[in-house]
């Protein structure tokens, strides 16, 4: 395929935007090249700017969980964007998304919209922290919860008491109240626990983990730390800006049927406009400005148009009855005939998948945290991507990265898909 326009117009973008890029793993560093610039999207497929068509796996890392330019959104923002886009004032679609998602997730009496995950997962830790009277938080290597500071924090070696920061500009002071576990390790989380008895505000977690590649929770290790958070006072905090509104209407709260104390939500929920949310129970969300004294605002929070795209988008969802276990399908489908494509060629590898987030990894044996995840080949998977890419494939461009199914995918679409990866893995 050609990506000379993508090029050119990726040179321009380096002039005036750092790395030419609004979010650093747009710019391709994990795997090389330039990255691919988009003119259009419909259903399960994106539209260069050179003119290739590409099946998507991103979906904009997951909010276009039915389709690109997916019709009832569309024409719900247009409408709504013929009225005035902002108002810095109460509007009643604020009220109907709100109800709606209430009604969907678990265990949740009140929300309040942001304008992204990052926001979202920041307020809950505050929220948390104020509910509670309490200042460290535990969150688990390789769990993404957006760039503020308190969760840019990695385990380096002999890190899983005090955090040390991964990004210049966070402070020491902030990193150390950032305490590290190891995913699927409950053992882990208990000493953290037993450490710092009465310190800590919440435990936070992607209960599917999705930021380093796609890792299923251990039967039971939700159960356990939410029994462990329980009797020790610990706010259990889901970060389900991926899985929420994706694994099924009440997200992994439903799946697993374990209830948190704060949920945080982003990607789905904004139908592909900037929305984010956080929501818990009445005693906890009484606690926010202007009911209490935790302070959280946003200019453009609720903006009506990314209101009108989340409300088409949860009405949609939540209208369907049929529309996750669909998805389920299509990804298990995918799963057999990639594994069997790779299985047949001699590549090692495992996949792992919970409802319609999948991942591949070039090692052998079970990824379950940031570890295993780390030793996947990444030379294999940067031919991979490439290969995948000249076949009119888009995953994402890192190892580190889950895909996202649309329902919009065909089955067609999906075997075009097994075919390009069994001619890929002759190449690996
Ligand atoms: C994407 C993501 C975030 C951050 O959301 P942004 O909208 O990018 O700020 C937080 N948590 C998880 C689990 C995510 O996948």
Redesign the pocket.
């Known amino acids: 395929m050609i990506y000379k326009r993508s090029s050119a117009l990726f040179a321009e973008a380096e002039k005036v935007i750092p790395g030419g890029v609004n ?1 650093p793993v747009r710019a391709f560093k994990g795997v090389g090249g330039t990255p691919i610039f988009v003119k259009e999207a419909k259903g399960a497929y994106l539209y260069d700017e050179d003119g290739n068509r590409l099946i998507d796996y991103i979906n904009s ?2 909010p276009m969980i039915l389709g690109h330019a997916y019709e009832p959104v569309v024409n719900a923002v247009v409408e709504k964007a013929k009225k005035g886009t902002s108002f810095g004032m109460p509007t009643e679609i604020e009220t109907k998304i709100a109800e709606l998602a209430v009604s969907m997730v678990p265990n949740i009496d009140k929300i309040r919209f942001v304008n ?6 920041m307020s809950a830790i505050r929220l948390a922290r104020g509910f509670t009277g309490r200042d460290k938080i535990i969150k688990f290597a390789g ?5 503020s500071d308190s969760f840019l924090i990695q385990a380096g070696s002999g890190a899983s008491t005090f955090g040390t920061p991964n990004s210049p500009g966070v402070t020491q002071g902030t990193a150390k109240d950032t305490l590290l576990a190891n995913y699927n390790d409950i053992k882990n989380v208990k000493a953290l626990v037993e450490a710092n008895k009465n310190e800590i505000a919440c435990v936070i977690i ?1 209960p599917v983990a ?2 380093m590649g796609c890792i299923p929770p251990k039967k039971d290790f939700l159960k356990a730390l939410k029994e462990l958070c329980e009797s020790n006072n610990i706010l259990l905090v889901f ?1 389900e ?2 899985t929420g509104f994706r694994l099924a209407k009440g997200g992994a709260q439903e799946l697993y049927r374990i209830d948190a104390d704060i949920v ?1 939500f ?2 789905v929920i904004g139908g592909g406009l ?1 929305v ?1 949310a956080f929501a818990a129970r009445n005693e906890i969300m009484n606690h926010l400005a202007p009911l209490g004294p935790v302070y959280q605002a946003g200019t453009l929070s609720g903006n009506p148009l990314a209101m009108a795209a989340g409300l088409a988008m949860l009405t949609a969802l939540n209208r369907d009855t049929d529309v996750f276990n669909r998805l389920a399908d299509k990804t298990e489908y995918l799963h057999r005939g990639i594994n069997k494509a790779l299985i047949d060629n001699n590549i090692t590898h495992t996949i792992n998948r919970v409802g319609s987030m999948i991942s591949v990894h070039f090692d052998e044996g079970e990824v379950y945290d940031f570890t295993t995840a780390a030793k996947g080949n990444n030379d294999t998977f940067k031919t991979f991507f490439h290969g995948m890419l000249n076949e009119g494939i888009y995953i994402a461009p890192s190892s580190f990265e889950t895909w996202f199914l649309t329902d919009a995918l065909s089955y067609e679409d999906l075997d075009f898909t097994i075919t390009a990866v069994n001619k890929v893995a002759k190449s690996l």
Do not use: Q, R
């Open positions: 979010s890392w997951g992204s995950g990052t926001e979202a997962c769990c993404y919860h957006g760039h992607e999705g930021n970060d800006v991926m945080c982003g990607k900037p984010g």
